[in-house]
C-alpha cells in the first residue's frame, strides 16, 4: 500500500469539508467523509452527516461494502473531518477499509459542542477501538493544517444551535 502525501492528506479533507458543508446546508450535522481509492486520489465516495444515528462515516463504509470487495476496501482511505466516533470505527473496521485520516479529533469536537445533547461525544479515540481488533487500520489525524477551516464550520453550526 502506498500512503497518502501530506499534500494528498489535505486535499481530501478540504473535500471532506466541502461535504460536511453540504450536509449542513440541507439541515445536517456538518460532519462530511469520503473513501479515496489506493492510488490516493480517485475518490470513490462522498457522504455528508444524515442523522444522529446515521453518521457520515458509518454510511459511507456501509455503502462502500456493497459496492467493493473486502480485499480491495483494505487499501482505500477513508477521510473524515471528524475523528469517527466508536461506532463508525466499529463500522469501518467491519467494512475492511484499512486506512484512515481525520481532521479534528472527538475531544476537539467536545471543546466545541460541550455536552450538547445533539451530540453526546464518547471519549473514546478511534485508535483505541483498531488497537483491540485484529487488524492494523493505519490512522493519521488530527491534521493540523486543516483544523481551523473544520472548527470554523463548527464553531458557526453550534453556535446557533
Known sequence: MTDPTPAQQIAHLRRANQVAQAAMAAGHHPFG???????????????GNVSTVDHAESTLVRAAW???????????????????CVMCAGAQYW??????????SERQLLALTGNHSENPTLDVPCRYVFDHGQKPIQVWGPIAAVEAEIVALHRGFWRGR
Open 66 to 84: 456493497d459496492r467493493y470487495a473486502s480485499d480491495y476496501l483494505w487499501n482505500c482511505t477513508l477521510y473524515t473531518t471528524v475523528e469517527p
Open 95 to 104: 467494512a475492511n477499509v484499512g486506512r484512515l485520516v481525520y481532521g479534528l
Open 33 to 47: 467523509a469520503i473513501l479515496v481509492a489506493p492510488d490516493q486520489e480517485t475518490v470513490l465516495l462522498e457522504q
